[in-house]
Nanobody, 123 residues
């Protein structure tokens, strides 16, 4: 079973940038789809972005143009570059993975989840 470990969270001022990394304990090549979700207290986890093995991406509307998701299959790592951060981006960010391919809307919850990393954006 592949395990996912996030890093790179922290505190940043509005307008700043952070890069989240998600390292896998095994090969991510078996994971057709990887991505990120986020959650704030009292709310359900929400989809942020996902990427397929071939590099196709999909983003939730609120982060389009600001976040960029990439994956390095050779390094078993996925990256989420977050620019122009806003206070409403504050959340715990979770890396996800699934053997099944799903890129568009309506994807089921991923099978694999990391422990999460806190991102706090101050105004």
């Amino acid at each position: 079973q592949v395990q996912l470990v996030e890093s790179g969270g922290g505190l940043v001022q509005a307008g700043g940038s952070l890069r989240l990394s998600c390292s896998a304990s095994g090969s991510i090549f078996s994971l057709s789809t990887m991505g990120w979700y986020r959650q704030t207290p009292g709310k359900q986890r929400e989809f942020v972005a996902r990427i397929t093995r071939g590099g196709s991406t999909n983003y939730t509307d609120s982060v389009k143009g600001r976040f960029t998701l990439s994956r390095d299959n050779a390094k078993n790592t996925v990256y989420l570059q977050m620019n122009s951060l806003k206070p409403e981006d504050t959340a715990v960010y979770y890396c996800t993975g699934d053997r099944n391919y799903c890129l568009g809307s309506g994807c089921p919850p991923p099978a694999l989840w990391g422990q999460g990393t806190q991102v706090t954006v101050s105004s």
